[in-house]
């Protein structure tokens, strides 16, 4: 092992030395190869983004345990269910409270342009909030006074100036539903596919906006459990009971995949950034193509006198393919540079959440590799076929 690696050291390191022969060409090919990944990267960032999205309302929820109607499909589109089969649970062993959440789409009227946007309403029991976040036990005694609400301030400009009201020690006065309505301070959540803006009432404000909407009736039901208690065992218990009751318990992790496999089914964003990540890879292979099959024509004679000096064609087209790999890793590395710089920009921008992660990285590494080699197994076609004689 130890002679065969001082062999492959000693060897002439022929690849390299093609791809950094001319300095023009190769700074071509690594800015061909970084912007494919780039192009990649940046689809593939943004549809992890928007389908991680969809989880946030759900990873806020204070539960160990979820329940929903058995019609449920997304947040989206909600199915009510009586408010006492989330209390029927609280004789099961493990559970340690029950808390309701209501859910509700209202109409956003901006007071500026008086132009009218929809907007995520969620209603909270102050007395166990069903929602985690810090702004709602810090404004608990403001959100028991009827009108007042917490907006999400990472909602679109189009809802109004809120936040610099909000600075100027002023609450923010807003048409929900017709209904006159008071945002008194901030949370951060996010948009959705269901939803560009959200809202949290507390109970009664809720049903202020929501006449309609009976108060015997919930959304969502939240399950806290004792500690050390199962949340499958929970679960299981849960059946008997809530057998043929038109509602179903869930985990949050199963809430969260049936939400992400709702969207991926039902929606074509998949399809349109798998679009976008296949154009970027057809992008770097032709680049690449082009950059090999160009110095392949080049150095004809020097491949022709390796062949005539004996070297088989799997030793010069190895050439060609070790130059693929080197242009595949010394490209990558300025895309995944830039690309971790693009995600910053567009979570600023958008308010998504846009991370580079290991994976992702890695699928794109290999992509490329497979690009960058693809490329180069083309390329080589004209050394198969290469006769000496011909060429001298």
Not at 120 to 139: C, H, R, T
Not at 259 to 271: A, H, M, Q, T
Not at 347 to 371: E, G, H, S
């Amino acid at each position: 092992m130890r002679r065969a690696i001082q062999k492959l050291l000693q060897r002439t390191p022929i690849a390299w030395l093609q791809v950094s022969n001319n300095p023009t060409k190769l700074l071509i090919g690594i800015a061909g190869v970084s912007f494919s990944n780039l192009l990649m990267f940046f689809q593939l960032g943004l549809l992890d983004s928007l389908y991680n999205s969809q989880k946030k309302p759900i990873e806020r929820l204070q539960a160990d345990l979820v329940m929903v109607s058995s019609k449920y499909s997304n947040l989206g589109s909600l199915q009510d269910f009586p408010r006492s089969r989330l209390y029927q649970v609280l004789g099961v062993g493990g559970v340690a409270a029950v808390s309701p959440l209501r859910i509700a789409r209202g109409t956003w009227i901006t007071p500026a342009s008086r132009q009218s946007f929809d907007v995520y309403v969620y209603g909270v029991n102050l007395d166990q909030p069903s929602l985690s976040f810090p702004e709602i036990e810090a404004n608990r005694s403001q959100l028991q006074v009827l009108r007042n609400a917490l907006f999400d301030r990472n909602s679109k400009k189009q809802y109004g100036d809120v936040i610099n009201t909000l600075r100027q020690g002023q609450p923010f006065s807003v048409e929900v539903n017709n209904k006159r309505l008071r945002i008194i301070d901030t949370f951060v959540m996010g948009a959705t596919f269901a939803a560009e803006a959200n809202l949290i009432t507390a109970e009664n404000t809720f049903l202020h906006l929501f006449p309609k909407i009976d108060s015997n009736s919930l959304q969502v039901g939240l399950i806290r459990l004792k500690p050390g208690a199962s949340p499958q065992a929970v679960k299981a218990a849960m059946e008997p009971i809530l057998s043929g009751r038109n509602v179903m318990v869930l985990t949050k992790q199963e809430l969260s995949e049936k939400e992400i496999n709702y969207w991926k089914r039902n929606s074509s964003v998949g399809f349109i950034f798998s679009l976008g990540v296949l154009v970027g890879f057809v992008v770097g292979s032709i680049i690449v193509y082009q950059i090999l099959y160009g110095d392949v024509m080049n150095s004809l004679p020097q491949y022709a006198t390796l062949k005539a000096m004996g070297y088989r064609d799997p030793f010069v087209i190895g050439i060609v393919i070790q130059q693929a790999a080197i242009l595949a890793l010394v490209g990558f590395i300025p895309g995944v540079l830039l690309s971790s710089a693009l995600y910053v920009l567009l979570a600023n921008v958008t308010k998504l959440t846009v991370l580079m992660t290991l994976n992702r990285a890695l699928l794109v590494l290999a992509l490329t590799f497979v690009m960058c080699v693809g490329s180069g197994t083309l390329a080589t076609r004209k050394l198969v076929q290469l006769d000496p004689a011909d060429v001298f």
